[in-house]
């Protein structure tokens, strides 16, 4: 690619990755920022960690990352799920983190603590959640990879599940993530090149409560993390180019134990009621810029109001044929851009449907 700045040299770097490393772990702690991006910092430890609990609490300087003031700036790390390092390799491992405030209140940007406390409440209806998180890759001049320079490609057909030399970009990145993802351990389902050429989706789940968004979170810092060693970026942002082409969303697959029984569609229903009276609520946490996205064009909705049916893409929920005719399963909420937020997305979904926990 004409232009793209080299900021790493992985041959280079192999040597040194294979030292021993003396009985050390090294654990990446990972958190999100106030623009709801990721930063990471690592940490020595001196044994093998075997449960989330013998991990420290840390912390960082909120003061440079918009998250605290200068003249109070320390914001603590809380390790709550952690992951072998794809990267690293051996013992070490990936740690999400929650961010809290001296003050013992966790973080404005902590989203994660109300979905666990909506979540711990209603466990027993067992919520699953698989999210099918749509991206764009672009080059260091921040155009979409691969598109001409000052130009556009073809219009959209022959990208989606796209194979072959100009129909795809970066399927390295992809395969590379994909790998990355399953030696983690997340629960990554798939993956397909999307609509836009140089856009791309993998799914995570279905994953239990919280972990879903513990886990798309982390498949996002490996996402960043290894497109930084082909010197190519990722952009989350629904809309990333004007005009005839795809956004990019985050659809919400969704389901209770009671949908996912016989005669659960019942309940499918009776949730669709509860969204329904929700619509500016949802929208308000499923991502920024989503408006642009939501044009009722390109397979979206109407951003204002809310609709759902069978095998309807230009709904605000979808509900898959075959869980139709069978009766029970779960429902797709389309709504969500790239952007959103995972833990507020899955949290929302979970208040509005079984109700607010107040505290
Ligand atoms: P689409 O047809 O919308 O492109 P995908 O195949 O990309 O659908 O994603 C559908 C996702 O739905 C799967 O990756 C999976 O994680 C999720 N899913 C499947 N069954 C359930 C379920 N019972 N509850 C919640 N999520 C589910
Ligand atoms: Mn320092
Ligand atoms: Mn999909
Ligand atoms: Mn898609
Ligand atoms: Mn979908």
Redesign the pocket.
């Known amino acids: 690619m004409a232009d793209s700045v080299v900021t790493s040299n992985t041959a280079t770097l192999e040597k040194y990755m294979k030292l021993d490393q003396k009985g050390c772990v090294i654990a990446e702690y990972v958190w999100i920022d106030s623009a709801g991006g990721l930063r990471s910092k690592s940490k020595t430890l001196t044994k093998k960690v075997t449960d989330v609990s013998e991990l420290p609490e840390w912390n960082f300087d909120g003061s440079s990352t918009a998250q605290a003031p200068g003249d109070n700036s320390d914001v603590y790390l809380r390790p709550v799920a952690y992951y072998p390092d794809p990267i690293r390799l051996g013992d070490n491992i990936l740690v999400m983190c929650e961010t809290w405030m001296s003050d013992g209140k966790p973080n404005a940007y902590n989203f994660r603590h109300d979905a666990a406390v909506v979540m711990e409440a209603h466990k027993d209806e067992e919520y699953?959640?698989?999210?099918?998180q749509e991206y764009t890759l672009l080059g260091f001049d921040g155009w979409p990879y691969g598109w001409p320079k000052n130009g556009f490609p073809a219009p959209q057909g022959p990208y989606y599940c796209g194979v072959g030399t100009g129909k795809v970009m970066c399927r390295d990145i992809v395969e590379a993530h994909y790998k990355a993802c399953l030696y983690a351990g997340i629960q990554i389902?798939?993956t397909?090149a999307e609509v836009m050429p140089a856009q791309w989706?993998y799914?995570?789940?279905?994953c239990l409560g919280i972990n879903l968004g513990d886990q798309l979170w982390m498949s996002r810092f490996l996402l960043h993390r290894i497109s930084e060693e082909f010197g190519v970026k990722v952009t989350f942002s629904p809309k990333p180019i004007p005009g005839d082409w795809n956004g990019a969303g985050l659809?919400t697959?969704?389901?209770t134990k009671t949908?996912?029984e016989e005669g659960g569609i019942k309940a499918i229903e009776a949730a669709m009621e509860k969204l329904s009276t929700r619509q500016a609520e949802h929208m308000e946490v499923y991502g920024s810029d989503n408006h642009l996205r939501m044009t009722g064009k390109h397979e979206t909705a109407s951003y204002e109001k809310f609709t759902w049916g069978v095998a309807n893409r230009g709904a605000s929920v979808?509900i898959?044929r075959a869980v139709a005719e069978e009766g029970k399963?779960?429902f797709?909420d389309r709504r969500p851009a790239s952007n959103a937020d995972p833990y507020q997305v899955t949290g929302i979904v979970v208040e509005t449907i079984s109700g607010k926990v107040e505290g």
Not at 128 to 132: S, V
Not at 203 to 206: A, L, R
């Open positions: 699953w959640f698989g999210l099918e389902s798939g397909n989706e799914q995570v789940g279905p659809h697959n969704v389901s949908m996912r979808r898959n399963g779960y797709e």
